[in-house]
Protein backbone atom coordinates (compact mmCIF):
# COMPACT_ATOMS: atom_id res chain seq x y z
CA UNK A 1 0.00 0.00 0.00
CA UNK A 2 1.43 3.37 0.98
CA UNK A 3 4.94 3.27 1.91
CA UNK A 4 5.35 5.80 4.01
CA UNK A 5 3.76 3.61 6.31
CA UNK A 6 5.22 3.79 10.11
CA UNK A 7 6.62 0.41 10.90
CA UNK A 8 5.33 -0.98 14.63
CA UNK A 9 8.42 -1.90 17.16
CA UNK A 10 7.49 -4.98 18.75
CA UNK A 11 9.83 -5.60 21.99
CA UNK A 12 9.55 -9.27 22.06
CA UNK A 13 12.79 -10.25 20.89
CA UNK A 14 11.39 -11.61 17.46
CA UNK A 15 13.48 -10.27 14.10
CA UNK A 16 11.25 -7.18 12.74
CA UNK A 17 10.10 -8.78 10.21
CA UNK A 18 8.22 -11.69 11.68
CA UNK A 19 5.19 -13.24 11.37
CA UNK A 20 2.87 -12.19 14.26
CA UNK A 21 -0.06 -14.34 15.97
CA UNK A 22 -3.50 -12.32 16.19
CA UNK A 23 -2.60 -11.97 20.09
CA UNK A 24 0.69 -10.50 19.45
CA UNK A 25 -0.76 -8.13 17.06
CA UNK A 26 -3.68 -7.85 19.61
CA UNK A 27 -1.61 -6.74 22.43
CA UNK A 28 0.59 -4.54 20.81
CA UNK A 29 -1.68 -2.20 19.39
CA UNK A 30 -4.40 -2.66 22.05
CA UNK A 31 -7.10 -3.72 20.05
CA UNK A 32 -9.21 -6.56 20.55
CA UNK A 33 -8.89 -9.73 18.15
CA UNK A 34 -12.38 -9.80 17.46
CA UNK A 35 -12.42 -6.63 16.04
CA UNK A 36 -8.98 -6.91 13.66
CA UNK A 37 -11.14 -10.34 12.85
CA UNK A 38 -13.65 -8.16 11.98
CA UNK A 39 -11.52 -5.35 10.18
CA UNK A 40 -10.34 -8.29 7.99
CA UNK A 41 -13.92 -8.36 6.25
CA UNK A 42 -14.35 -4.65 5.99
CA UNK A 43 -11.05 -4.07 4.30
CA UNK A 44 -9.69 -6.28 1.27
CA UNK A 45 -6.21 -5.40 1.57
CA UNK A 46 -5.95 -7.25 5.22
CA UNK A 47 -5.32 -10.54 4.38
CA UNK A 48 -3.26 -11.87 6.84
CA UNK A 49 -1.94 -15.52 6.18
CA UNK A 50 -3.68 -18.32 7.34
CA UNK A 51 -2.06 -21.49 8.06
CA UNK A 52 -3.41 -25.21 9.46
CA UNK A 53 -6.60 -24.83 11.77
CA UNK A 54 -7.35 -20.84 10.43
CA UNK A 55 -4.33 -19.63 12.88
CA UNK A 56 -3.67 -15.80 11.66
CA UNK A 57 -0.28 -15.10 11.00
CA UNK A 58 0.35 -11.07 10.49
CA UNK A 59 3.44 -9.81 7.89
CA UNK A 60 4.68 -6.37 9.22
CA UNK A 61 2.93 -4.81 6.18
CA UNK A 62 -0.11 -6.12 7.79
CA UNK A 63 0.74 -4.66 11.36
CA UNK A 64 1.21 -1.67 9.64
CA UNK A 65 -2.23 -1.52 7.81
CA UNK A 66 -4.10 -2.20 11.11
CA UNK A 67 -2.01 1.10 12.96
CA UNK A 68 -3.27 3.14 9.52
CA UNK A 69 -7.01 1.45 9.69
CA UNK A 70 -6.97 2.56 13.80
CA UNK A 71 -5.31 5.65 13.12
CA UNK A 72 -8.20 6.61 10.24
CA UNK A 73 -11.07 5.13 12.65
CA UNK A 74 -10.09 6.11 15.84
CA UNK A 75 -8.02 9.38 15.83
CA UNK A 76 -9.54 11.24 12.86
CA UNK A 77 -13.00 10.20 12.96
CA UNK A 78 -13.54 8.51 9.88
CA UNK A 79 -16.59 5.83 9.26
CA UNK A 80 -15.66 2.23 8.28
CA UNK A 81 -16.60 2.64 4.83
CA UNK A 82 -14.47 6.00 4.91
CA UNK A 83 -11.40 4.35 5.91
CA UNK A 84 -11.43 1.90 3.08
CA UNK A 85 -12.25 4.00 0.98
CA UNK A 86 -9.19 6.47 2.05
CA UNK A 87 -7.25 3.43 1.95
CA UNK A 88 -8.00 2.62 -1.49
CA UNK A 89 -7.42 5.98 -2.83
CA UNK A 90 -4.30 6.32 -1.29
CA UNK A 91 -2.89 2.91 -2.65
CA UNK A 92 -4.24 4.39 -6.02
CA UNK A 93 -3.19 7.79 -6.06
CA UNK A 94 -6.08 10.73 -5.35
CA UNK A 95 -9.31 10.49 -7.63
CA UNK A 96 -11.22 13.46 -6.27
CA UNK A 97 -13.18 15.59 -3.80
CA UNK A 98 -13.73 13.94 -0.48
CA UNK A 99 -16.48 11.92 0.41
CA UNK A 100 -19.17 13.10 2.97
CA UNK A 101 -17.33 9.79 5.25
CA UNK A 102 -14.65 11.49 5.48
CA UNK A 103 -13.56 14.65 7.75
CA UNK A 104 -14.49 17.72 6.58
CA UNK A 105 -12.81 21.36 6.63
CA UNK A 106 -13.19 21.48 10.50
CA UNK A 107 -15.47 21.33 13.25
CA UNK A 108 -17.37 25.05 13.78
CA UNK A 109 -14.99 26.57 11.39
CA UNK A 110 -11.68 25.79 13.43
CA UNK A 111 -9.21 23.83 10.86
CA UNK A 112 -8.88 20.19 10.83
CA UNK A 113 -5.29 20.75 11.31
CA UNK A 114 -6.16 22.78 14.62
CA UNK A 115 -8.76 20.40 16.11
CA UNK A 116 -6.07 17.39 15.84
CA UNK A 117 -3.46 19.37 17.34
CA UNK A 118 -5.75 20.00 20.36
CA UNK A 119 -6.61 16.40 20.58
CA UNK A 120 -3.36 15.28 20.29
CA UNK A 121 -2.84 17.71 23.33
CA UNK A 122 -5.08 16.74 25.26
CA UNK A 123 -3.95 12.65 24.59
CA UNK A 124 -0.53 13.80 25.63
CA UNK A 125 -1.93 15.51 28.88
CA UNK A 126 -4.13 12.36 29.44
CA UNK A 127 -1.61 10.15 29.25
CA UNK A 128 0.94 12.12 31.65
CA UNK A 129 -1.91 11.82 34.41
CA UNK A 130 -2.25 7.87 34.32
CA UNK A 131 1.73 7.92 34.48
CA UNK A 132 1.64 10.41 37.68
CA UNK A 133 -1.29 8.28 38.61
Not at 57 to 85: F, M, N, Q, S
Not at 109 to 115: F, K, L, P, R, T
Request: glycine share 12%; net charge positive.
Amino acid sequence: MNGSRKAVVFHDGKDPGALRTIGEVARALGIRQHVLRYWEEQFPALQPVKRSGGRRYYRPEDVALIAEIDRLLHREGYTLRGACKALSERSTGPHGASGADEPGSGVGGIADDDVRRQLLDIRKQLAEALAAA
